[in-house]
């Protein structure tokens, strides 16, 4: 059972524009979401959280948005930048559960 | 400040051979954490150790053992290796409690070919 989904495996995206990643998740216990960027051969880094009791956390050119009703969330990048192509992934935890749950990640490729 | 350390880089071993992967964390993260990247299955959890106890466990096979030592160093164990155990192996350590907003940071990975 897939209780963190993400539906698109690749994105393009012109450098410049906005690039926007979603992700979906299952399990209303869920308290923390957070997104990271992985380059290959190299491990994820954390790039941006946000808690249940929010909606919206911005961090330079990185903004998620947490939709709980829906249960989803979105990561937007603006404006990407070709240092941005990675696989993204999202996560999110249960506190207590002492873990993260990850989805299987979106390619995302920006053009110069 | 060192990151977190994941030795060897890459290893090749053959059906039905067991394997040892280490991880160092970051000075003074006690948390370490196990995961398995295979392609379209993302990350998938294995375990994760505090303080040299187990706290939680994936859905894998017992043939996946790990455990930490008393310098919050980790190992996990695969034995009886199978074709499908071929993988990117990453180790992530924590300060704060895992489950929180502040997320792991990762090593580089440990890539596992069975062949």
């Known amino acids: 059972d897939q209780q963190v989904k993400q539906n698109s495996p690749s994105l393009s995206v012109q450098e410049g524009r906005i690039s926007i990643l979603n992700c979906d998740y299952t399990n209303s216990m869920f308290d923390y979401f957070l997104w990271y960027k992985k380059y290959p051969a190299e491990g994820p880094t954390f790039l941006i959280s946000i808690s249940s009791i929010k909606d919206k956390n911005e961090d330079g050119r990185f903004t998620v948005f947490l939709n709980k009703s829906a249960k989803h969330l979105s990561l937007h990048i603006v404006p990407s930048q070709p240092g941005d192509s990675a696989v993204y992934f999202c996560a999110a935890s249960d506190s207590g559960t002492y873990k993260y749950i990850f989805g299987t990640g979106t390619r995302l490729k920006v053009l110069a | 400040k060192a990151g977190v350390t994941q030795t060897p880089r890459y290893l090749i071993k053959t059906r039905g051979q067991q394997v040892t992967l280490s991880c160092s964390p970051i000075s003074g993260h006690r948390s370490v954490s196990w995961y398995q990247q295979t392609p379209g299955q993302g990350l998938q959890f294995l375990f994760e150790?505090?303080?040299?106890?187990?706290?939680n466990k994936g859905n894998f096979p017992g043939r996946f053992s790990g455990r930490q030592f008393s310098n919050s160093r980790s190992e996990m164990n695969v034995s009886t290796l199978e074709l499908g155990d071929s993988a990117l192996y990453l180790c992530?350590?924590?300060?704060?409690?895992?489950?929180?907003?502040?997320?792991?940071?990762f090593g580089s990975g440990t890539r596992l070919t069975v062949v």
């Open positions: 150790y505090f303080s040299e106890t187990q706290r």
């Open positions: 992530a350590s924590s300060l704060a409690p895992v489950g929180g907003n502040y997320g792991y940071t």
